[in-house]
């Protein structure tokens, strides 16, 4: 388990980061993002939004390590990032890609743990741990098809957490969820966030959702050339109500933004 100490550590640093998918080609280079600067502090709750097709999830890619940066600099703790590592774990929208349909809850919890050929009695105890976090406690032995959408959600979740990533880097996770769900998973994103430590950077096209979750909100301008014009901090606090006029305001500033 990592301690409180070193997950005050695992700073993201970006500095003028640009991003195209096209630089092979001739002529103008067309940038998705370009000259993006920004810190996430350790242990910090970063939220990205922004419209459909700004960019977000390919500078979540790019943290991750999955998708090559076309410029600037892309650090954790001063260490260029130039490929995925332990440090960093993604949560993707759809769970089903994510999760093994022949392997159990429990196995699927488990599999990074036996990858790293943890002994069993450890990977039994943190999977126990997880499982009940996320709420999945007398789940374990069903398999991806006999649950549902926000129960598999849960099981990816309890998977990247198992093997305790310092940062997480969440992609519309709760996206493809029915809205009761989304709610509940929101909130136990909440505490498990309080009560693990761990930076995440959650992207979502939702306000409510970026100010149910966040502590900064990063708003990403409409592509291409996409950049953080903005950010927001959103010192409200847990658990959050959508009812309050604090909450009320500060979406009414961000809706502002967005139909300036
Ligand atoms: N592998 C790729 N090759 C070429 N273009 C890509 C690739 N991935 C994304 N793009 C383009 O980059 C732009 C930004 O896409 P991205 O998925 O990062 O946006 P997004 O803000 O996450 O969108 P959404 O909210 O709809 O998921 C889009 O125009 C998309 O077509």
């Not at 959600?153 to 305790?164: E, G, I, P, S």
């Not at 096209?205 to 014009?229: C, F, K, Y």
């Amino acid at each position: 388990m990592s301690t409180l100490a070193s997950q005050s550590q695992h700073t993201i640093q970006i500095e003028k980061l640009r991003k195209s998918y096209s630089e092979q080609t001739a002529g103008d280079v067309h940038y998705i993002i370009k000259d993006v600067n920004l810190v996430i502090k350790g242990g910090e709750f970063f939220v990205l939004l922004g419209p459909s097709g700004c960019g977000k999830s390919t500078l979540l890619n790019m943290i991750a390590g999955f998708v090559s940066k076309s410029g600037g600099n892309l650090k954790v703790d001063n260490v260029e990032i130039d490929r995925p590592g332990r440090d960093r774990a993604v949560v993707f929208q759809q769970a089903d890609s994510s999760l093994f349909p022949w392997l159990t809850v429990r196995e699927n919890v488990e599999f990074g743990l036996r990858m790293k050929k943890t002994p069993k009695a450890e990977r039994r105890k943190i999977s126990d741990r997880y499982i009940g976090l996320v709420g999945l406690n007398g789940h374990e032995e069903k398999f991806p098809k006999e649950l549902s959408g926000g129960m598999k959600q849960r099981v990816q979740l309890a998977r990247v957490l198992a093997n305790d990533p310092a940062i997480l880097l969440m992609d519309e996770p709760f996206g493809a969820l029915d809205a009761m769900t989304r709610r509940t998973m929101q909130k136990e994103l909440v505490n498990i966030w309080r009560e693990t430590h761990k930076t995440v950077i959650f992207v979502t096209h939702d306000i409510q959702e970026a100010l149910l979750l966040g502590e900064r909100i990063g708003i990403m301008s409409v592509g291409p050339s996409s950049n953080i014009t903005d950010i927001y901090d959103n010192a409200l606090p847990f658990p959050r109500d959508v009812a309050s006029p604090e909450f009320y305001s500060l979406y009414n500033q961000i809706q502002g933004h967005f139909e300036e």
